[in-house]
């Protein structure tokens, strides 16, 4: 299958979805007790639209757990900058309707014992992930020496994977934490 084909198959596996909740609330819980979400000091992260995994559960424990959050604001030619929320006061409807950044956050980049929490529609047993099909996350993360975790439902055999995409290192479903050997490719390992 193409990836818009995959996209449209697994938009459609969420919409049907009578459980989202309670996934949600267990993919939550994996992420907060992972050492990659303990051990970072700024954690960049999403806020989440209705299809994707709630995050708002993860972002009130990292602001309680004093770590620094950092959220994505779109910007031209596909292209994403994070920037420091202290509160959900400081989020503001942007584009596509997602909650960003006030024009006020300052703007915050990446170090290497940083963490990234990624949407994902699926990822594969190599870290491969299919997102939503714009491209700004595989552009950001091209850039950037930080650990990356998707969160999504579906754990793929396979997907179809293109140069510019990035591999992800970890993974969480409802079904537990997952990391990733990127170095040699070898697939998954279950933590």
């Known amino acids: 299958m193409t990836k818009a084909e995959l996209r449209s198959r697994f938009l459609r596996e969420r919409r049907s979805m009578t459980d989202k909740a309670q996934r949600d609330a267990i993919i939550a819980q994996y992420v907060l007790q992972s050492g990659a979400f303990r051990e970072a000091q700024t954690v960049f992260l999403y806020v989440s639209m209705p299809s994707e995994v709630d995050t708002r559960r993860i972002l009130r424990a990292a602001w309680a757990m004093d770590k620094t959050v950092a959220v994505p604001r779109c910007g031209e030619n596909r292209t994403m900058t994070f920037h420091r929320v202290d509160n959900e006061a400081a989020l503001e409807a942007g584009a596509y309707g997602i909650l960003e950044p006030h024009s006020h956050c300052s703007a915050i980049w990446p170090q290497k014992q940083d963490l990234c929490i990624v949407p994902a529609l699926a990822v594969d047993k190599c870290g491969t992930r299919l997102g939503f099909g714009g491209g ?22 396979a997907l179809p994977k293109e140069p510019w995409d990035v591999p992800m290192h970890s993974v969480v479903t409802a079904s537990g934490y997952s990391t990733f050997d990127t170095i040699s490719q070898g697939g998954l390992h279950y933590g």
């Open 136 to 157: 700004y996350y595989d552009r950001f993360l091209q850039k950037t020496p930080m650990l990356t975790m998707a969160l999504c439902y579906t754990l793929s055999d």
